[in-house]
């Protein structure tokens, strides 16, 4: 090999690592912002459990506790560029493939896409609320005004009874790979002691099972909306949380699924230091 083909090899190589390196950070800071939001998501759900329901238990009321506290402005900067991370890995992943040998597959990079169009919504709202211009209303809110939306399209019942229906099983897909524990083939587990492994399984199979619960019920809200061509019955996170609050033993299930969700903020934050990127 002479010496200039020597020296593209090592320019590519670099590129390469410093490329690696900038996808590395970006997961990172990205899974940390949505651990802060599922966290403080979790606490405020915990609030209302316990009859506090002040605050909206979604991505609005997280915003509002963070700009409540000292440097909260800063806080909320340095969280909607996390979330910026979260959607540029996820573009990356789209395009470039994620690691693993299955990584570059259509179906891998199609879930990429649709994960990175959904942070960069996410982070665009952060952004936006930090700005000052709000956060663009409560989830409940939105959700109601989407439906009525779709509904007076033609086919809108069926487009919200399939979507409602897509969300229920992702719901059910989420806690279901939480519970077999389908996230060890993403983790350093060679680098984790077996007191980390006990408490990442414990924060990462609570925290996806009650996610999961929550995306499935969430679904199923919107199904029966598309079902009574009622707009009103489809829920945001707010209100689909304080629904189990109406379930036998409510306050005690909206509880155990409050402490769920903290559980999955705890998961993302050990995945920020062990998953493989």
């Not at 099972?209 to 199923?220: D, H, I, Q």
């Not at 996170?237 to 559980?263: E, I, N, Q």
Request: hydrophobic share 50%.
């Amino acid at each position: 090999m002479n010496a200039g083909a020597v020296a593209r090899d090592g320019g590519l190589r670099a590129r390469r690592a410093a490329t690696g390196s900038v996808r590395e950070t970006a997961a990172r800071a990205g899974l940390v912002a949505r651990g802060v939001i599922y966290a403080l998501v979790g606490v405020l759900a915990l609030r209302i459990a316990f009859g506090d329901g002040g605050r909206q238990a979604d991505r609005g009321g997280a915003l509002e506790e963070i700009a409540s506290k000292p440097f909260g402005a800063a806080l909320l900067w340095a969280l909607g560029i996390g979330v910026v991370g979260m959607a540029l890995w996820r573009l990356s992943e789209a395009v470039f493939g994620a690691a693993g040998q299955d990584g570059g597959k259509a179906g891998k990079r199609l879930m990429s896409a649709a994960r990175c169009v959904f942070y960069a919504f996410v982070a665009y709202s952060v952004l936006r609320f930090a700005a000052g211009s709000g956060g663009g209303g409560s989830s409940d809110k939105q959700s109601r005004d989407v439906t009525a939306q779709v509904l007076k399209m033609p086919g809108g019942q069926w487009l919200v009874a399939v979507a409602g229906a897509g969300l229920a099983v992702a719901g059910v897909w989420i806690a279901a790979r939480a519970v077999l524990r389908k996230y060890h083939k993403h983790l350093k587990l060679g680098e984790m002691s077996r007191r980390a492994r006990r408490a990442v399984d414990t924060a990462g199979v609570g925290g996806g099972t009650a996610r999961g619960v929550v995306f499935a019920a969430a679904g199923a809200f919107a199904v029966r909306a598309a079902v009574d061509y009622d707009p009103d019955k489809a829920k945001g996170l707010d209100d689909t949380l304080r629904s189990f609050a109406d379930a036998p033993m409510g306050p005690v299930l909206l509880a155990c699924v409050a402490a769920g969700l903290v559980l999955f903020g705890v998961f993302s934050w050990a995945l920020a230091r062990w998953r493989k990127v």
